[in-house]
């Protein structure tokens, strides 16, 4: 293999790349990254056997050839290098010649024949989104996933696809965070799958930079996303998730308009002594027009807030969890949400004042009055 | 006690105390920051016992009194806050009110009785010292002092003060960097102390954001630094550190010109083999035109870097530890640096191309031809 490349077109699909090679693994390949030029093209590929990435870059090929480097050797030295084109060749015996402006490195490859194939794309079912909606779905969600795997799919986000709508859930028994949005083309019957909760993090990691459209194709076990020139797979969790909508009551008999930014504020200071007491347990007691927040820690204190509200419903007393409450707080954008509750052992339900692009369930602590 | 201050200045004022609080400490008063008012002032003191920090802002005072408060979580609490004025409120039973607009807390004090005063100011020496020089000077230096401690004084720098000049000088018996400036005030005769790395580093962010002049102030024991409203204070090192003069060569065989950043960029990518090959060797030969840099790590690869130089002298090879070389020249600012030497087996020593203002030694590697 011959050829030379933009040193920056490369250190950027080497970053993309490096999102799917292994940090623990026994199997020297899989700390690597494969290198395959055909077509005056560098395609780069990576895989943990869970995710896996493949991208190209335009390169001026001499000879056609591959072979495996390691990810953080090559990542490191590309990065270091002081020109803007590299000059990349190997040899018989599997020596990487690296060459940029004064600099020259010889490196110890990988024979190529044995690292893992990119999985075939079956598209079985496909739509596609826009990459800052996609963005924005994951991050409402993906804080609320199980971390304990005693049930596995909930360590997963549920994508639900229903006429040009896409839903992502998620849940870990104590809260629930749903969001939805449009698609840009729709699937021609609804459908769902569970990615796993830390390939969604990895693909959010893969397009944090990119816009525009991304191309989903799944079937029962696998799952791509498709951008310009880089693809990404997945593995999908099998399993039945629990019908979330069944969860989320419909009645309510409180109903409160607050602001978002003062309740996370007076949530985090409350939570401040919740901490050092080692519980992150606060007590909202809401009348018509205001909510007061309060928390004590033994032997440290206590917390007295007041934030101004809107209650259409009846006054209630009710305890969360404060990370749950700040997280689903901070998921949200709109200056001001609605909370509805029924009773102090009944869930809190954060939604928008107007739409349904959001909801928020939290389940309550009881606490001994 | 009774007052009230700005939120802000309070919050940078703990954020400066919280530097001399100790992290692990099994008496609890240590834990905390001294809260004293008088004079419409409020004086907050903090430390460890190695180093001590006073300062004082503004209060609007109803009732004079002192009270500790548990630094980590007085620090995050204020900084929580929303409003711009704090009113606090002491009671006989030690607990602290914090009121700043709705929000309302109640904490844990502990009795200032038994905090340990601020050293006595014993001015047996005083110099001043502008600010950004002294930020320049340690960060000149303090990356070369020794971490093991088994020659106790090679922990600190030495601060020697002669006639106008103020020198810095680290060492750990493998490298030296010396630093020289004019001082603000002369002492009246020379003389000098060596103050313990941890100090040096606390006292570095102390005046990360002041500028203007430094009063230092020392006897045998203790030295004080004192800027408008702040007081840092260090126990000194006892001892006798090595005579530095004595181990920088003054004849060399060698007399390099070179860019200091090429230098760097070629040391670091040679360093990324050495470290991979978990040695951090890298070897110089200098010709008369050229700097070959090489480095290798066994199973892994070798790199082969030219730097263009101007070598007055003759040609030279000799190793050295990459991590040494990189931060000697990362403390340097100029564009080109002087390298003198003489054998492969005496120092590299650093210099500017012009001055005096440093000096950074480093003893070489020996390498089997």
């Known amino acids: 293999m011959k050829f030379s490349c933009s040193k920056d077109e490369l250190m950027n699909a080497l970053n993309i790349c490096q999102k799917a090679v292994s940090n623990k693994t026994s199997n020297p390949l899989l700390e690597g990254i494969l290198f395959k030029t055909y077509d005056q093209t560098l395609l780069l590929r990576s895989t943990n056997l869970e995710i896996g990435i493949e991208t190209i870059i335009d390169a001026d090929v001499a000879i056609d050839g591959e072979i495996v480097i390691k990810s953080s050797l090559i990542g490191e030295l590309i990065r270091k290098l002081s020109g803007s084109e590299v ?33 075939e794309v079956i598209d079985d079912y496909s739509f596609s989104v826009d990459a800052d909606v996609l963005k924005d779905l994951i991050r409402g969600t993906i804080f609320a996933v199980a971390v304990i795997e005693n049930i596995p ?13 896409i839903n992502l859930i998620a849940m870990d028994g104590y809260r629930l ?6 698609l840009m ?56 998730f629990i ?15 607050i602001n978002r930014k003062l309740l996370i504020e007076s949530s985090e200071r409350a939570a401040l002594l919740a901490r ?12 018509q027009e205001q909510l007061i927040l309060t928390s004590n820690a033994a032997e440290i204190g206590d917390v007295f807030e007041v934030i101004p509200i809107i209650n259409e419903g009846e006054a209630i007393k009710i305890a969360f969890n404060s990370k749950y409450l700040i997280e689903a707080l901070k998921a949200i954008e709109e200056e001001d949400l609605i909370i509805n509750m029924t009773t102090s052992v009944g869930p809190g339900v954060l939604l ?15 606490v001994a009055e």
């Open 87 to 119: 000059f990349i060749e190997t040899n018989s015996k599997n020596q990487v010649k690296i060459d940029c402006l004064m600099s020259n490195f010889t490196i110890k490859g990988l024979e190529a024949d044995e690292y893992p194939q990119f999985p």
């Open 153 to 165: 799919v909930l360590t997963g986000v549920k994508v639900e696809i229903s006429e040009d709508n």
């Open 177 to 182: 965070a749903f969001r939805t949005a449009k």
């Open 185 to 240: 083309n729709a699937l021609e019957e609804p459908n769902s799958v569970i990615i796993p909760s830390k390939s969604l993090s990895e693909i959010a990691k893969v397009i944090a930079a990119y816009s525009g459209e991304i191309v989903v194709k799944f079937s029962k076990n696998q799952i791509f996303f498709e951008m310009d020139r880089i693809q990404f797979t997945s593995r999908l969790l099998e399993g039945d």
């Open 243 to 257: 019908d979330y909508k069944q969860i989320i009551p419909s009645e309510k008999t409180s109903h409160v308009k």
């Open 276 to 287: 050092e007491g080692k519980n992150n347990l606060i007590k909202l007691d809401f009348n």
């Open 352 to 366: 928008p004042q107007e739409g349904s692009e959001f909801v928020y369930l939290i389940l309550p602590v009881r």
